[in-house]
């Protein structure tokens, strides 16, 4: 069974910067991305950035420049970096991988069950 856990949300004034990470682990074959997903109340979950297993990185237009997602393949961890929070920010990020599991050959999507980022003002 495979398992996404975030963590490092919180509470920060605009301004600040918060570090989330999200492991993965069980029966893990290989990994093919990870990346970040956030929602807000009343909006659709959308992508804040995703990073390949061999380093490509993508980001929304929302955060490029204040945003960094990076990867410890060896962990199985992936991070985002959030500095320059603004209120906007608030939501909960979700943690997503498409991965292999052992004894599959296919690759699936897995997600976290999120952690609470609020920024206020």
């Known amino acids: 069974q495979v398992q996404l856990v975030e963590s490092g949300g919180g509470l920060v004034q605009a301004g600040g910067s918060l570090r989330l990470s999200c492991i993965a682990s069980?029966?893990?074959?290989?990994?093919?991305?990870m990346g970040w997903y956030r929602q807000a109340p009343g909006k659709q979950r959308e992508l804040v950035a995703g990073?390949?297993?061999?380093?490509?990185?993508n980001y929304g237009d929302s955060v490029k420049g204040r945003f960094t997602i990076s990867t410890d393949n060896a962990k199985n961890t992936v991070y985002l970096q959030m500095n320059s929070l603004k209120p906007e920010d608030t939501a909960v990020y979700y943690c997503?991988?498409?991965?292999?599991?052992?004894?599959?050959?296919?690759?699936?999507?897995?997600w976290g069950r999120g952690t609470q980022v609020t920024v206020s003002s």
């Open positions: 990073i390949t297993s061999g380093g490509s990185t």
């Open positions: 069980g029966s893990i074959f290989s990994i093919n991305a």
């Open positions: 997503n991988a498409d991965l292999r599991p052992l004894g599959y050959v296919a690759h699936y999507a897995y």
